[in-house]
């Protein structure tokens, strides 16, 4: 999964998630910086509410001090998978650096390299500079997706 830096500002620059079963977020703020969570239908739930905002809700004693937590108040720590799914057609590969990983991408015909640690933040820092610019993800089928 991605840093939980990159995760905060890919979300403060619009990444949109619809939360599912088995995806890993953070809680900010709180106390729990070293936890990460997983949605999994036998300890956290996803309750929809009004206006397409979402409840995250622990089950049992999973986390004693929290029964519930909005959406908007947790950050979602996207996998390398779901990061390459993001990116889709404009991912031209992936290659071993020095230091790292570099996510190679082709955005209107000019090839851009995002390098980090870890292959996961190389996907992150390339779906981030695309926000940035205000570009839609291009998605697994290479049409526009939800950011």
């Known amino acids: 999964m991605i840093s939980v830096a990159y995760a905060k500002r890919l979300r403060a620059a619009g990444l949109v998630w619809r939360p599912r079963q ?3 977020f953070h809680i900010p703020d709180r106390d729990l910086d070293e936890r990460i969570f997983v949605i999994a239908d036998l300890s956290v739930d996803v309750q929809p509410l009004a206006d397409g905002i979402a409840a995250i809700t622990f089950i049992g004693a999973v986390e004693w001090s929290l029964d519930y937590i909005l959406q908007q108040d947790v ?11 993001r990116l889709g057609t ?11 990983w570099a ?4 955005i ?8 980090a640690s870890t292959a996961s933040d190389a996907y992150a820092a390339a ?20 950011r």
Not at 75 to 85: D, F, G, H, K, S
Not at 90 to 100: C, K, M, N, S, Y
């Open 22 to 24: 088995f995806d890993f």
């Open 75 to 85: 950050v979602w720590l996207p996998t390398e998978a779901q990061m390459r799914a």
């Open 90 to 100: 404009a991912v031209e590969t992936l290659e071993r650096t020095d230091g790292g």
């Open 103 to 106: 996510c190679v991408m082709a």
């Open 108 to 115: 209107d015909g000019v090839r851009e390299r995002h390098e």
């Open 127 to 146: 779906a981030l500079a695309l926000l940035e610019r205000g570009r839609d993800l291009p998605g697994e089928d290479g049409s526009p997706t939800d």
